[in-house]
């Protein structure tokens, strides 16, 4: 089982991206999701969470203009950033919390990382 980011990229300020987690292998569902960040020289922090059923939490500097959201058929997360700001600027890490598998629950699954850099 693999989990898959991409998305990232170059914005302005003011500007939208949308990151996508895509699991691949024998996925049965994702269960609990979120996405991480981290800027250099700072610690991977919570961006925003979901869970299988459908509540969400987010950090508070992103409230209001991060949405995580799931497509159970594609077995993917996506989040959707708008209104950017250059603290935005980090690898952003998409992580299983919890994802059932063909053999069972696996837990604290990272994909890689997908930079994404916000422009004054």
């Known amino acids: 089982v693999q989990l898959q980011a991409s ?11 949308r990151l996508s987690c895509a699991a691949s292998g024998s996925i049965v569902s994702l269960d609990d999701m979120a996405w991480y960040r981290q800027a ?23 409230k209001g203009r991060f949405t995580i959201s799931r497509d159970n058929a594609r077995n993917t997360v996506y989040l959707q950033m708008n209104s950017l700001k250059p603290e935005d ?3 952003y890490y998409c992580k299983g919390v919890r994802l059932t598998t ?17 422009s004054s």
């Open 40 to 62: 250099p020289g700072k610690q991977r922090e919570l961006v925003a969470a979901i869970t299988t059923g459908g509540g969400r939490n987010y950090a508070d500097s992103v």
């Open 7 to 17: 998305g990232g990229g170059l914005a302005q300020a003011g500007g939208s991206l």
């Open 102 to 118: 063909s053999f069972g629950s696996e837990h604290g699954l990272w994909g890689q990382g997908t930079q994404v850099t916000v």
């Open 89 to 91: 600027t980090a690898v």
